[in-house]
């Protein structure tokens, strides 16, 4: 081969190879949206919103709204039996929302008199394609009332937590919102309000320093009971963002 074929066969083949080095690129990430009232047959796989439901020792169906006219889903969850947690959620499958993009989730939530509002997990945004065990993510969760946003997934064992923050009214429709810029650094964040109040937030990584950095999965729900006692809660009106990156000068 001639030395003027072989130089840009090489830098072609150094491009190639450093192309696959890097993370998945965040220029996949396109705007996205998901929207539920639960006014229609709740529908799950296929061509639907929800790609599946997860019902372990639980169960989520469409039932009568407690106090306002329609519908809304509740969500049981049986207690937690050994090592084994109860789950009783919807699963959204997106597409791959990548660094720089941001993921945020809005719903009302109600939960009944005499559930607990302790030790459950209520919104998951995860990774289960990126060629790690457990799908590492970011959860929303009860803890005594209060919203805290868990890291342990991705490898961060402190929670982002607000002992000060509001607490969630049994008996009543409360609005939960839940925003999360991506990034595996310092750029990552993540905010949670409940009622209009400002319940937690925190800066730092949102997903793991894997080769593919992206979430692709949406739970909301009963995503986790670790009490040993049933649990119920009710949502509705669920609004799933997703926005790409800022276009970079």
């Given amino acids: 081969m001639s030395a003027k074929l072989a130089l840009p066969l090489l830098a072609l083949m150094l491009a190639s190879c450093s192309t696959a080095a890097r993370p998945l ?20 796989g296929g061509d639907c919103r929800w790609a599946i439901a997860q019902q372990i020792n639980g169960s989520v169906d469409r039932s009568a709204d407690p106090l306002r006219p329609g519908y809304a889903l509740i969500a049981d969850a049986g207690p937690k039996a050994g090592g084994t947690v109860a789950k009783a959620d919807l699963v959204a499958r997106i597409d791959p929302a990548g660094e720089g993009s941001r993921v945020a989730v809005a719903f009302d939530l109600f939960l ?13 945004l995860e990774c289960a394609t990126c060629g790690e065990g457990g799908n590492p993510g970011v959860r929303l969760y009860l803890r005594h009332g209060r919203l805290r946003i868990d890291r342990s997934k991705i490898g961060h064992e402190h929670a982002w937590v607000s002992d000060n923050g509001p607490q969630l009214v049994a008996g009543q429709w409360n609005r939960v919102t839940f925003d999360m810029a991506i990034a595996a650094d310092n750029q990552g964040s993540a905010t949670a309000t409940l009622n209009g109040q400002s319940a937690v937030s925190g800066q730092g990584a949102t ?9 692709d999965r949406v739970q909301i729900g009963i995503t986790a009971n670790s009490n040993a006692v049933p649990a119920q809660l009710l949502f509705d009106n669920i609004a799933i963002r997703i926005t790409p990156p800022k276009e970079r000068r």
């Fill in 112 to 124: 009944p008199q005499g559930s607990p509002a302790n030790s459950i997990q209520l919104v998951d």
């Fill in 25 to 44: 690129a965040d220029a996949q990430t396109r705007a996205q949206s998901i929207n539920e009232d639960f006014e229609s047959d709740l529908c799950i």
């Fill in 207 to 215: 997903i793991m320093p894997l080769n593919r950095r992206y979430v």
